[in-house]
């Protein structure tokens, strides 16, 4: 069985939720933010990634994103799969059905 590559070498993607309206969003290559992972920009490694996380958390100073964090992805596919289960669930969106009120 072949181990699987540590997270450093892994690509990233960095993650956050956007302030006023809580949607997840991904860091762009314009450092904006997207609501659609295929927009992210993806770092080959942990350390390249580094400075797009300043640039987020900076972001995050001024009340743009909330939490900004890396995402460890699969960098090969189009958009990129995140490894984690739960980065992938947050990527999908809602795991719920909003219903009307009765």
């Known amino acids: 069985m072949a181990k ?3 997270l450093k ?3 990233h993607i960095v993650t956050a939720n956007h302030l006023s309206s809580g949607d997840v969003v991904y860091l762009t290559i314009r450092n904006d933010w997207s609501r659609d992972i295929a927009a992210a ?3 080959p490694n942990a350390e390249a990634a580094a400075a797009w996380l300043a640039e987020a958390e ?3 100073a001024r009340n743009i994103v909330v939490a900004p964090y890396l995402v460890p992805v699969d960098g090969s596919t189009t958009p990129p799969r995140p490894i984690q289960f739960r980065e992938r669930i947050r990527a999908a969106g809602p795991t719920t059905e909003k219903r009307p009120a009765a």
Do not use: E, S
Request: proline share 8%; hydrophobic share 60%.
């Open 4 to 6: 699987a590559p540590k």
């Open 9 to 11: 070498d892994q690509a």
């Open 41 to 43: 920009f993806v770092a």
């Open 58 to 60: 900076a972001q995050a």
